[in-house]
């Protein structure tokens, strides 16, 4: 049974479930789950956490995003992407630009910054998602979020169309982001395009595609990748057997840790846990017998 997470290339025009649902027809891992949905229409990375990996999604979670994404100057979307009317707002492009540098409005945007969630998204306002609340006509209150954007980055501009490359953090809505920009150029904008191409450590160069998932040993990212850089302890088989008990096992390696990576002395991730006055405290222990 394998653990981790597989980072698929999600192709366009199938949902992230769907592409869930393929994952486990294929592999029937015991628990599986999506790290970061992606919309029908992007494509890219999508973390997909096999068995015990779910225990540790987290930490995928919680990592800065980059997209690569195409925008339509001069219309605007009900949707913010080509899946809703899409209308025209009579303003010239060039002008716009030629008055407000595309350089510098994007500058503009780097940084901390409030977003307000798109009603056309997955959020849950009173356990309703709000995309079923837009597609009846119905608009609610949304609270802003706090968002960085660390760089945005112009690939080109062809006609009335660029593309940047966008970092972000976690719980950023590019095509919100996109209006934003459409707004303060004057035209409008909508998101034509979008591809996710990195998920904190991971790389375009780590996904697989639907059609090599049978080999699935050789794309799966193991527990200890998932959880990047995080500080580790080494214990005996015995001290894990103790933990497992829901004892506290003591050490003189550090007195006290919010959170630290248990490894097992094959250097093998076993948990996660903190350290309190020279005590090991177990949080989420892995359980490879199941």
Known sequence: MVHGVILLDKPKNISSNKALYLIKKILSPKKAGIVGILDPLASGMLPIVLNEGTKLAKYV???????????????????????????????????????????????SFIGNQKQIPPMYSGLKINGIKLYKLAR??????????????????LISVNNNEIKIKISCSKGTYVRTLIESIGERIGVGAYTKD??????GSFYEENMVLLDDIQNINDHIISLEMMIGKMES??????????????????????MNIDEIAI????????????IINNYIYTKRLMNFDE
């Open 136 to 153: 009846q006509g119905i608009n609610v209150d949304r609270k802003p979020r706090d968002i960085n954007i660390s760089n945005i980055e």
């Open 263 to 274: 490894k097992n002395q094959y250097s093998n991730l076993v948990g996660i846990g903190m």
């Open 194 to 199: 979008l591809r996710r191409l990195r998920v």
């Open 233 to 254: 302890i080494t214990i005996t088989e015995q001290e894990l057997k103790t933990l497992k008990y829901g004892q506290n096992v003591y050490t003189k390696k550090h």
């Open 61 to 107: 979670e919680n990592q800065d995003k980059e997209y690569l994404v195409t925008a339509k100057l001069g219309f605007i979307s009900t949707t913010g992407d080509e899946e809703g009317i899409i209308t025209s707002t009579g303003k010239d492009v060039h002008v716009s630009l030629s008055s407000n540098p595309l350089s510098s409005v994007l500058d």
